[in-house]
């Protein structure tokens, strides 16, 4: 669990940091203060709209294939775990987890970070 949140955050922080060279929505960024908060609080039912809320505007602002849109389907899997939803949680881990494989292999892409060999678009998180 404690694992899963440090994902969380690297995540989040991937996707709020100026360096993606991109601004986010000042909506993106109102969603995902209130999708942290009822998080936080361990208000599960609460953060759900607001996850899914973010998963469509990052994909709006920054594609289906931006390095973060990975995380933020794991996000959402995870609250589904939290609120017993095995079933609801795993398809969207499996659809995580081809995501950052096909971010990950070797070619061009406009997501590789500077420096970064080919094959190490996104950093470690450990299992998702």
């Known amino acids: 669990m404690k694992a899963r949140r ?17 601004a ?23 953060a759900l709209p607001f996850a899914l809320e973010i998963v469509r505007l990052h ?9 973060t849109a990975a995380v933020l389907l794991a996000n959402v899997g995870e609250l589904h775990v939290e609120m017993g939803r095995l079933a609801l949680a795993e398809p969207l881990f499996v ?3 081809k995501d950052r494989r096909t971010l990950a ?9 500077a420096g970064r060999p080919a094959g190490q678009a996104l ?3 450990g299992p998702l």
């Open 24 to 46: 986010q929505s000042d909506a993106l960024l109102d969603n995902y203060n209130q999708y942290a908060t009822y998080f936080g609080q361990g208000k599960f039912h609460e």
């Open 95 to 97: 659809e995580a987890v």
């Open 6 to 22: 440090w994902a969380m955050a690297v995540g989040m922080a991937l996707l709020l940091s100026p360096a993606t060279g991109r």
């Open 59 to 67: 994909k709006t602002e920054f594609g289906a294939d931006h390095p």
């Open 123 to 125: 950093p470690p998180t």
């Open 105 to 113: 292999r070797p070619g061009p892409s406009h997501h590789r970070g």
